[in-house]
């Protein structure tokens, strides 16, 4: 009877599991459709010289390369660190990076005594996203675990382990991380769900940028309508400019004659005619 209720038991756990791992494998599956559906491409790869940044980010890794057993892409990743001292008002940082959609990011860390400050940050192009809030725990009696979705990438993942608070002792911690791509099903059906958000991202960016385009267009030939017209204005009073500088030369030269008319008139009127006054001059003697 107790070997019979032993191979229910173990069932029934059996049966839990598979259970639990469907319902995880299941929550991993909507927030993968879920950041693949919101998937935006960054104004880098928007503006980028061609499409093949933009394309290659969509498609994520080939499937030949995924399956190429001598290509890391389709592969799980582990990254562990064992008994690692953190010295007394220090910190260690792990980065990972991940760059296949829909990987799958599991960690556990403990360690042997006292508190340390523990979080979770993921960066992209975009900007910094926490994962988890850095706080003080404890992993001395239970280890620290937790499993989080990378939707979009490139993406580093940074590990960051914080001694700062204390100056005295020494912090000794222990991890592992597992990195676990997505399966075939899922890289497919992800990149088709970003392909069809991008699409949309792309074709709103088309309507804003051809509608500015137009615009663009058309005060170009605004301006270089009013700028022909400019030149003829230019033409016109240049034409205009050069009379007046002739008409201004012929005033200046008469001016100066004027002046020598003037003075020499004003002159035999004060002191008479030099011939008259030779002539007085000769009739004296």
Wanted: charged content about 30%; hydrophobic content about 35%.
């Amino acid at each position: 009877a107790s070997s019979n209720n032993n191979n229910n038991n173990n069932n029934n756990n059996t049966k839990q599991q598979k259970r639990l791992k469907a319902l995880e494998a299941k929550a991993v599956a909507e927030a993968t459709a879920t950041a693949d559906a919101a998937y935006t491409p960054s104004a880098s790869l928007l503006n980028a010289a061609s499409a093949k940044p933009l394309l290659q980010q969509v498609d994520g890794p080939s499937l030949a390369e995924y399956y190429d057993e001598g290509s890391a892409a389709g592969k799980e990743s582990v990254y562990v660190g064992r008994s690692v001292p953190i010295a007394a008002g220090g910190s260690l940082v792990v980065p990972i990076q991940v760059s296949t959609p829909g990987s799958v990011v599991e960690y556990a860390v403990e360690n042997k005594q006292y508190d340390f400050g523990f979080g979770i940050t993921a960066e992209r192009e975009e900007g910094i996203t926490i994962v988890k809030e850095p706080t003080r725990v404890d992993a001395s009696k239970d280890a620290i675990t937790g499993k989080f979705l990378v939707g979009s990438v490139p993406c580093l993942i940074q590990f960051q382990f914080e001694n700062d608070f204390s100056w005295v002792r020494e912090k000794v911690i222990s991890y592992k991380v597992t990195v676990t791509p997505p399966s075939l099903q899922t890289l497919t059906a992800g990149r088709r769900r970003r392909a069809k958000a991008c699409l949309k991202a792309v074709e709103e960016d088309y309507k804003t940028t051809a509608a500015r385009y137009q615009a663009v267009q058309d005060q170009r030939t605004l301006l270089e309508t009013e700028l022909e017209q400019l030149k003829l204005e230019i033409a016109e009073k240049e034409k205009t400019l050069k009379g007046v500088i002739e008409e201004g030369s012929r005033c200046k030269d008469r001016v100066g004659l004027r002046k020598e008319q003037m003075k020499e008139l004003k002159d035999r009127l004060e002191n008479g005619w030099e011939d008259e006054r030779q002539l007085s001059q000769e009739n004296q003697e």
